[in-house]
Nanobody
Framework: QVQLVESGGGLVQPGGSLRLSCAASGFIFEHFGMSWYRQVPGKDRVLVARISGEGENTRYSDSAKGRFTISRDNAKNTMSLQMNYLTPEDTAVYFC?????????WGQGTQVTVSS
């Protein structure tokens, strides 16, 4: 059974940092590209960052570049997103995603709220 479980969300003040984690199970982790998406109410889910199966390639949205860092540990089947210099515009539900060819899996999401 495929599972993606996010953790690490919460309330943080503007300028602060959070580290999101995604624990994966039920599939061959290193075969899958892993991504973080985020979604705010009434809007589409958008890509924040993506990392390839072996971790050699990464891609970031314009808003994430220079502030967020995606990483993965294939030995532990985990992926992380280090988020620094957070702003209220980063407030959203963050989703972990795994993709390989036509297969895509999603986690349940974790809420990140940036507010003073």
């Amino acid at each position: 059974q495929v599972q993606l479980v996010e953790s690490g969300g919460g309330l943080v003040q503007p300028g602060g940092s959070l580290r999101l984690s995604c624990a994966a199970s039920g599939f061959i982790f290193e075969h899958f590209g892993m991504s973080w998406y985020r979604q705010v109410p009434g809007k589409d889910r958008v890509l924040v960052a993506r990392i390839s199966g072996e971790g050699e390639n990464t891609r970031y949205s314009d808003s994430a570049k220079g502030r967020f860092t995606i990483s993965r540990d294939n030995a532990k089947n985990t992926m992380s997103l280090q988020m620094n210099y957070l702003t209220p515009e980063d407030t959203a539900v963050y989703f972990c995603s795994a993709d390989f060819w036509t297969q895509t899996y999603w986690g349940q999401g974790t809420q990140v709220t940036v507010s003073s």
